[in-house]
């Protein structure tokens, strides 16, 4: 074949614990990820150059050498350059859904689909496991994007254990289209106001005093059930993110008065926020209530669920 086009989900944290400050400058995390609907469309064409070229149809989504697509793309001519040298360039189109600046891993997911879009373009036969590894260098989120499903991720966020996958759980999601947050933002803010409390060990790393506390979430996700997941979602970066962006609090407060909401919280370092909705009925009439309520058109939403897979080829 000489294209193929990839279906590149979101992803949300049902869980997000900062265990501690690592001396690799990265936070040791306790996650769990979840694949949404929600999802980017990316066509990998061989080209008739032996150029990387990036295409998008988003005006905030540079298309050179800084895009993770493209980075994605020039990891995988560097590591085969045989296959590289004999197949050529490639021209890769994403066709953007994913809100930018989200915390919903819309970069990651994006490089995860260039990974195994070339893995098929050149004929390459990597497992999953070699692409997570690739993927680990070009961002954290990058490995679980590749798989997706539901997974608690720990190490910078790379490491991977598979849970029992949750398939639509209903969701409305919000973000205003012109607020963004910096990740490295987030987690160094979080590093300078609650980095002392972390106890530091003889090889540098740090934990904190408590004990990680995402088993009552995994038992809920383990038994399929919604409403104790919604009850037990966690995130830590919401400590340091919602003082400095009140609209993302109003949101998040406002989704959890709607009829039908189980819970809301941001997702990621935001920020977006999402809620999870009993039935997708009412994940319809909540989008509606908000819109209402907030009729500025700078706030995107969108109504999704939970699935439980990662990059997949368009149909
Ligand atoms: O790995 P990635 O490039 O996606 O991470 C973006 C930034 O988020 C990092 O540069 C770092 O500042 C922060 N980060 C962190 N600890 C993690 C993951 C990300 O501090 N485990």
Known sequence: MRSYSLIAPAKINLYLEIIGDRPDGYHELAMIMQTISLADQIDIHAASTDYIRVYCDHPQVPTDKTNLVYRAAALMAEQFPDAYSQFGGVDITVKKRIPVAAGLAGGSTNAAAVLVGINLLWNLGLTQPELEELGATLGSDVPFCI?????????????????????????????????????????????????????????????????????????????????????????DLEKVVLPAYPQVVELRELFAQQPGVLASMMSGSGPSVFAIVESPEQAEVVKQQIRTAIPNPDLELFVTKTIAHGINLAA
């Open 147 to 235: 798989g997706g499903g539901t997974a608690i991720a720990t190490g910078r966020g790379e490491k991977l254990a598979p849970l029992p996958g949750l398939e639509n759980i209903n969701l409305v999601l919000g973000k205003y289209r012109s607020l963004e947050v910096s990740t490295p933002w987030a987690y160094k803010t979080y590093r300078q106001e609650f980095g002392s409390s972390y106890i530091r060990d003889s090889d540098g790393f740090a934990s904190r005093a408590h004990a990680v506390h995402s088993g009552e979430i995994v038992k809920a996700i383990s038994h399929q059930d919604t409403v104790a997941i919604a009850s037990k979602l966690h995130n």
